[in-house]
């Protein structure tokens, strides 16, 4: 089993910077793929960047050259840098630990509890 945490969000204007990080309990953390998931009040959870156990990323266009996500095994941590955030980027951010196939991210068991990330305009 998997423990995630996130940390990192917050209050920042429109234009703004934020890291969020996803820290894991177990080393076995190198195993798995990473996703950072977001929903807004109303909206479906939507994923919107995922990393592989060996560094490959993907990206969702509504954050393409804003966002960047990376992974540092040796802390069992997970980073989200985000810039340029919009007020549309308000919602709260979730790690999940999965699966990577085929360039294509799998959702797994394991979330954590979420962080808040507030963008005013």
Known sequence: Q??????????????????LSC???????SFYAIGWYRQAP???R????SIS???RRNLADS?????????DNAKNTVYLE????????????YCNAGTY?????????????GTQVTVSS
């Open 46 to 49: 939507e994923l919107v960047a």
């Open 53 to 55: 156990r060996g560094g």
């Open 101 to 113: 196939s085929s360039s294509t991210y799998f959702e797994g068991d394991y979330w954590g509890q």
């Open 63 to 71: 954050v393409l050259g804003r966002f960047t996500i990376s992974r």
């Open 23 to 29: 820290a894991a309990s177990r080393s076995t953390f």
């Open 2 to 19: 998997v423990q995630l945490v996130e940390s990192g969000g917050g209050l920042v204007q429109a234009g703004g910077s934020l890291r």
């Open 42 to 44: 109303g909206k479906q």
């Open 82 to 93: 985000m810039n340029s955030l919009k007020p549309e980027d308000t919602a709260v951010y």
